[in-house]
């Protein structure tokens, strides 16, 4: 069965360092996203991307967050300096088809865990 | 933008109980989805369910989407259905997760 796969798994980062997270989506998924949890929270929406630009984005996802599809398969999340409070983990997701109005069924994968010191 | 709220907040019961949780909007949505994250933190698809009733072994859920709600039904249940259950659902282009309802299974 296809899956969204994240790497790394868990990344250890000093504070001030940049960040930056891995996402391989279902092939031919169009559609992709960024969540993130910190522990013990809900999971909550940082941004989405269709078409080579972001289509939304919460106002978690400010100018130190970026995101990127550099080839046909990966997609990423890069976090410029990181800050401890952006210890967390970071969920990426892809769907098949557009929503306002058509179905649209999001698959996650695994997370990648930052810990920032 | 919306508004998810799931009910209960945590929930502890016995091995082989039936349970019912509930999702809650603020406004429609266009599509729901249920999931559960297991121990280890992954996020497992249970049902994608904008409208109506699906059922896979002993779950089952139930969106009702004009009156802004969903409910996941859980029988018998185990000690592997531990852990947290979301619901998210969606408007434009952003799907807002609930704050989940804690389950724990007792042996």
């Known amino acids: 069965e296809p899956e969204v796969t994240q790497t790394p798994s868990h990344q250890v980062t000093q504070m001030g360092q940049e960040v930056i997270l891995r996402c391989v989506p279902i092939?031919?998924?169009?559609?992709f996203y960024w969540y993130r949890q910190i522990l013990g929270q809900k999971v909550e929406f940082l941004v989405s991307?269709?078409?080579?630009?972001?289509?939304?984005k919460s106002e978690i996802f400010d100018d130190q967050f970026s995101v990127e599809r550099p080839d046909g398969s990966n997609f990423t999340l890069k976090i410029r300096s990181t800050k401890l409070e952006d210890s967390a983990m970071y969920f990426c997701?892809?769907?098949?088809?557009?929503?306002?109005?058509?179905?649209?069924?999001?698959?996650f994968g695994e997370g990648s865990r930052l810990t920032v010191l | 933008g919306i508004q998810v709220e799931q009910s209960p907040p945590d929930l502890i019961l016995q091995e082989g109980a039936n349970s019912t949780l509930r999702c809650n909007f603020s406004?429609?949505?266009?599509?729901l989805q249920w999931f559960h994250q297991n121990p280890w933190g992954q996020l497992i698809n249970l049902f994608y369910?904008?409208?109506g009733t699906k059922q896979n072994g002993r779950l089952s859920a139930t969106t009702v989407a004009t009156e802004r709600y969903s409910l996941l039904y859980i029988s018998s249940s185990q000690t592997t259905d531990s852990g947290v259950y979301f619901c998210?659902?969606?408007?434009?282009?952003?799907?807002?997760f609930g704050k989940g309802t804690r389950l724990h299974i007792l042996p």
């Open positions: 997701a892809s769907s098949e088809f557009r929503s306002l109005g058509t179905a649209r069924e999001l698959f």
């Open positions: 092939s031919n998924h169009l559609y």
């Open positions: 991307f269709y078409n080579n630009e972001i289509s939304e």
């Open positions: 406004d429609s949505v266009n599509n």
């Open positions: 369910i904008p409208s």
């Open positions: 998210a659902g969606d408007r434009d282009d952003k799907i807002i």
